[in-house]
Structure formats: C-alpha cells, structure tokens
C-alpha cells in the first residue's frame, strides 16, 4: 500500500508535455499581456488628440471689458446685451478715409460668410462728435449691414478711450489733435460667455487679436489697403464658426 501511494504521488509530478494547459491559466496569462499594452494605446491616443486639441482650440485672453453705449438705433447697447452672442469688437470712425472702408468691407464679408442670429458686430466710433446715431444708421446702411446684430455705438470721447484701453486696442489720445482719430485695425473676437478669445499662431502662441486689414502677402505681414489678401478675415471665420458650434 505504502508503494503504491508513493507510485501515485511520483506519477502526479510527471505531467506528460502533450497533456492539455489550464484554460483559466492561458487566458489570465493572456489578459495581463493585453490590458497593458491596450492601456499603452490608450495613453499615446490621448495624448495625439490633446495635441490636436491644443492646436485648434482657441486661447482665452480675458473677460469682455464692461460697456454701455448708444447705437444707430439710439438704443442703449451693453456687453451683457451680448451674452450668448458671439461677436466682433472694432474701434473705427465713419469719415475715416484710410483702414476702416477696409475693416468694412471685411466686417460685411465675415457677416454675409457666417449669417447666423447668433453672431454680431460692435463697431465702437472714436469720432462722437460727428458720429451721431442718425449718422451712425445711414452710414450702417450705406455700407449694406443686414444683421440686426451689428451695432454701431457712439458716446463720450473720453469713456470711449478708457474703453480702448481696456481692451488694449490702440485708440489715439483725444486731448492730441493730431493723434485723436488714430486708431489700430485689430478686432476682437468675443464668445458666447463674454470672454475675449483668439487662436494659436505657429509658434503656439496666442495671437490675442485679429487684423481687419488687407495684406499685399498671403502670410499677413505687408499690410497694404488694395491687398488682395486678407488671412485674418478668414482665420476670424473659421474660429466664429468653431464658437458657435
């Protein structure tokens, strides 16, 4: 009896190759090579999208500076009358012979290109004096606005320069006669929630604001007012677009 137990026991411990493998033990083996590698993918799949992610989403610069001023309509306009709008802000002036036909023309472009009732203008005059809202409204006509959306306010000078500065938009100071109507060509573009928002440049840098300028290069950086090129304009409709999604 002793011998054949000891004969069991030895013949236990030689499992012949050829026998079949634990199914539960090759499938665990398997599942603890595969979760991780799975997971390996995963991780480098987020991070490929975060990428992408990073280069198309839009930098936010700051909160809309508060405004409270009279449109062509003689309606008072405020930046919370545009919460859930998403909207361009400019500073310009009705007589002014140089930039601003052209930030205009641009203006009605992106307004005919994303016509949507979601979407407005504020075109904040640096000229008061002569820029009333009866003149307000017949050059917005003269011009061809269509959207309800695009207002055209005026108030006073100095409001209006404290403004520009909030903002950080070049306005020329009002007490320099000869520096009063300057004015920069850059637009800001405001979301739906009242933040001011711009994308990346090549170098992964915000941009902050957009010209309303044309340009003699495709590229932007020959400014000139009978260019046949304006990049901006289209970058503004592409990331107008990518907001009101």
Same mark, same amino acid.
């Given at each position: 009896?002793?011998?054949?137990? !000891?004969?069991?026991? $030895?013949?236990?411990?030689?499992?012949?190759?050829?026998?079949?493998? #634990? =199914? &539960?033990?090759? *499938? @665990?083996?398997?599942?603890?090579?595969?979760?991780?590698?799975?997971?390996?993918?995963?991780?480098?799949?987020?991070?490929?999208?975060?990428?992408?992610?990073?280069?198309?989403? !839009?930098?936010?610069? $700051?909160?809309?500076?508060?405004?409270?001023?009279?449109?062509?309509? #003689? =309606? &008072?306009?405020? *930046? @919370?009358?545009?919460?859930?709008?998403?909207?361009?802000?400019?500073?310009?002036?009705?007589?002014?012979?140089?930039?601003?036909?052209?930030?205009?023309?641009?203006?009605?472009?992106?307004?005919?290109?994303?016509?949507?009732?979601?979407?407005?203008?504020?075109?904040?005059?640096?000229?008061?004096?002569?820029?009333?809202?009866?003149?307000?409204?017949?050059?917005?006509?003269?011009?061809?606005?269509?959207?309800?959306?695009?207002?055209?306010?005026?108030?006073?000078?100095?409001?209006?320069?404290?403004?520009?500065?909030?903002?950080?938009?070049?306005?020329?100071?009002?007490?320099?006669?000869?520096?009063?109507?300057?004015?920069?060509?850059?637009?800001?573009?405001?979301?739906?929630?009242?933040?001011?928002?711009?994308?990346?440049?090549?170098?992964?840098?915000?941009?902050?604001?957009?010209?309303?300028?044309?340009?003699?290069?495709?590229?932007?950086?020959?400014?000139?007012?009978?260019?046949?090129?304006?990049?901006?304009?289209?970058?503004?409709?592409?990331?107008?677009?990518?907001?009101?999604?």
């Amino acid at each position: 009896m002793v011998f054949a137990a !000891l004969t069991v026991k $030895m013949s236990l411990r030689k499992i012949p190759e050829n026998m079949p493998k #634990n =199914k &539960k033990l090759n *499938n @665990k083996a398997k599942k603890e090579v595969i979760i991780p590698i799975i997971v390996i993918a995963l991780l480098f799949l987020a991070i490929g999208v975060g990428m992408e992610y990073f280069k198309s989403s !839009l930098y936010t610069v $700051m909160k809309v500076p508060s405004f409270e001023l009279t449109d062509q309509n #003689n =309606k &008072k306009i405020t *930046n @919370k009358d545009m919460l859930g709008k998403v909207y361009l802000v400019e500073f310009f002036f009705s007589k002014c012979p140089t930039i601003c036909p052209v930030m205009n023309t641009n203006m009605r472009a992106i307004e005919d290109e994303i016509n949507n009732p979601n979407f407005g203008i504020i075109s904040i005059s640096i000229d008061p004096e002569n820029d009333t809202p009866a003149l307000l409204k017949e050059h917005a006509r003269r011009i061809g606005v269509k959207s309800p959306n695009w207002h055209f306010l005026t108030g006073n000078r100095a409001y209006i320069g404290n403004l520009a500065d909030q903002f950080n938009i070049y306005v020329g100071d009002e007490k320099d006669e000869g520096e009063s109507l300057n004015h920069s060509g850059m637009i800001a573009l405001v979301d739906e929630k009242g933040n001011i928002r711009c994308r990346y440049n090549r170098a992964n840098m915000p941009i902050l604001y957009y010209s309303g300028l044309n340009y003699e290069d495709a590229e932007g950086k020959i400014p000139k007012l009978t260019g046949k090129y304006h990049p901006d304009r289209e970058a503004l409709i592409k990331d107008i677009q990518k907001l009101l999604k």
